[in-house]
């Protein structure tokens, strides 16, 4: 049985929008993150969840039992806001302590809890700093120590690496997981950011206007995305339209191209769709299948790789990258590339 059970929840607003029929699970100890645009229903969902809102219909089960409409402070639950909401006038101590002593517990063993939750996110030893002479990255440890402390059966995390900045939002997000895995935290996350929502979770929520458009490991969203509004919001633009010929080969502004995508099921059932085209696909190559011959419109270095925009003809753009050590002409030079069969799918 899983932890958590969302089933067909739903809330509509006076403006009109809606959040539409969600459902999904979580299992115990997994890391699951809702990921999409600003005003998707990410954040309404999580609120949803953790009961400060009403829905007006569906359910939210725990261990099978419906807490829909059960207080937030008798779930327990976590939540951890983007903002942390330390409390400035205690130390770090009295800040992860706080939930402890609403429970209730000994100064014993709240001392030992504090120093234990600390110690899993890498503060041993911060108990009576200040918390208004912290760093963001320091602060935002403390509160999710705070968060963590009272050992809640699920913890909920909204945007918790938004207000960091990149060189220390690129450290956190290789180092939460495991701090989360270690803690045997079963935990929902939101974020905007997919690069952020891929290093984190074991599973992807991806959502838009109010509905779940894709549930998945994010391996199998980033490879195979749901629809051509998937692919555009994971950066996968290179989105073209094509008429399906036959199984196996489509017609497209740049020409003929074979496709090899036997998982898609769309040959059947649509004459026009459309092609991605991923980044991967292209080598500089003359005699390869899919020739695209352009004019370079673009050459950026990226450090591990260079991203190359190639202007077709037609007008047509496409953007590829190649590994940093390779020799790639320079903008406004003519260029070859064949185009891997196996890096192009159909979406609807």
């Not at 997994?30 to 009961?51: D, H, M, V, W, Y």
């Not at 950011?193 to 779940?212: K, T």
């Not at 080598?283 to 077709?312: C, I, K, M, W």
Request: with cysteine.
């Amino acid at each position: 049985m899983p932890l958590l059970d969302i089933c067909d929840l739903r809330k509509s607003y006076p403006d009109g929008w809606t959040l539409q029929d969600v459902s999904f699970t979580i299992e115990k100890s997994e890391i699951l993150c809702l990921l999409g645009p600003s005003g998707c229903g990410k954040t309404t969902l999580l609120r949803l969840i953790a009961g400060l809102e009403t829905p007006d219909g569906g359910q939210v089960l725990v261990d099978g039992e419906d807490v829909t409409h059960v207080p937030p402070h008798l779930r327990g639950f976590g939540l951890m806001f983007q903002e942390y909401a330390l409390f400035p006038h205690k130390d770090v101590f009295g800040n992860v302590a706080f939930g402890l002593r609403m429970q209730r517990m000994d100064r014993e063993a709240v001392a030992a809890r504090v120093a234990e939750v600390l110690e899993l996110v890498g503060l041993a030893g911060f108990e009576r700093r200040d918390v208004n002479q912290l760093s963001g990255g320091e602060r935002q440890r403390v509160a999710l120590a705070r968060s963590l402390a009272p050992q809640p059966c699920l913890l909920m995390l909204d945007e918790p690496l938004g207000a960091l900045d990149r060189a220390l939002r690129e450290r956190l997000m290789d180092e939460l997981p495991d701090i989360l895995r270690r803690a045997g935290a079963t935990t929902i996350t939101v974020t905007h950011d997919q690069e952020e929502a891929f290093a984190i979770a074991d599973r992807v929520v991806l959502m838009q206007n109010g509905r779940v458009i894709q549930i998945g490991t994010p391996e199998d969203v980033y490879r195979r995305p749901a629809s051509a509004w998937a692919a555009h919001f994971l950066g996968l633009t290179n989105l073209l339209d094509a008429w399906v010929l036959r199984p196996g080969q489509v017609e497209t502004a740049i020409g003929t191209l074979k496709v090899e995508d036997s998982e898609s099921e769309i040959w059947g059932l649509s004459s026009k769709v459309k092609l991605l085209v991923r980044p991967e696909a292209a080598q500089l190559d003359e005699t390869g299948p899919n020739l695209l011959v352009g004019t370079v419109a673009e050459r950026s270095f990226r450090g591990e790789y260079y991203r190359l925009g190639v202007r077709h003809d037609s007008g047509v753009e496409l953007t590829f990258n190649f590994p940093a050590n390779v020799a790639l002409p320079a903008p406004g030079e003519s260029v070859s590339l064949s185009l891997a069969p196996q890096a192009l799918m159909l979406l609807s």
